[in-house]
């Protein structure tokens, strides 16, 4: 197999040639595989997890399903939208192993959210991610499930085993901490600002 590593996200042809050669178990397709979508693999995981080491821990575990399931996968469909799937089923497996089960909350728990909520342009990927790291286990899963990945509480509720209404309180309490999370970002950034 001549495959290349490319610097570019990998093109449908290519994606194709190391999809059959991973399904031969071809161990420089799994390779290439793996160096390829790696980057997009860990922008997913470590928004679930507290730290870069799970993080790689989990993308590790989310890359052995693939290689042992890729027989499985329909090449019809897109490889990320699947991949993806895989990777946020790792990452909530893992959250679960550490916490538990999530903590079943009522509905009436949940706090009256604005929907006119913004975040400063100022900040970047990396701040947002280690912000959301600072959450609690089950606020970051239903937090990444909801906002960034837009599963419906009713979805997030059969992926976690808790009820929508926790779901939607989780969700709830996450936002107040993200806010005061980034309020105490923002105070410390303009602190350094004014010297």
């Not at 990998?10 to 040639?17: A, C, K, M, T, V």
């Not at 290689?67 to 089923?89: C, E, M, Q, T, V």
């Not at 009820?163 to 980034?182: D, E, F, H, Q, Y």
């Amino acid at each position: 197999m001549a495959l290349k590593m490319t610097t570019k996200p990998p093109d449908d042809d290519y994606l194709l040639q190391l999809i059959k050669g991973c399904r031969k178990k071809n161990r420089e397709a799994q390779k290439l595989l793996y160096q390829d979508f790696y980057g997009y693999a860990m922008s997913i995981c470590i928004r679930y997890v507290s730290n870069r080491e799970e993080a790689v821990e989990v993308l590790n575990d989310a890359f052995m399903k693939v290689f042992s399931n890729i027989k499985k996968f329909d090449i019809s469909y897109p490889f990320k939208a699947w991949f993806r799937r895989i990777l946020i089923n790792e990452s909530i497996n893992a959250t679960k192993k550490k916490v538990g089960r999530f903590k079943e909350l009522n509905i009436e728990e949940a706090y009256n959210i604005g929907s006119n909520e913004s975040i400063s342009s100022d900040i970047g990927h990396k701040e947002v991610v280690e912000m959301i790291q600072q959450l609690s286990p089950q606020y970051q899963a239903v937090f990444n499930l909801h906002v960034i990945e837009g599963y419906t509480h009713e979805e997030i509720g059969e992926m976690l085993s808790i009820s929508p209404g926790t779901s939607k309180s989780n969700l709830s309490k996450a936002k107040v901490k993200m806010r005061k999370i980034l309020n105490d970002y923002l105070e410390a950034d303009e602190r350094i600002r004014r010297g």
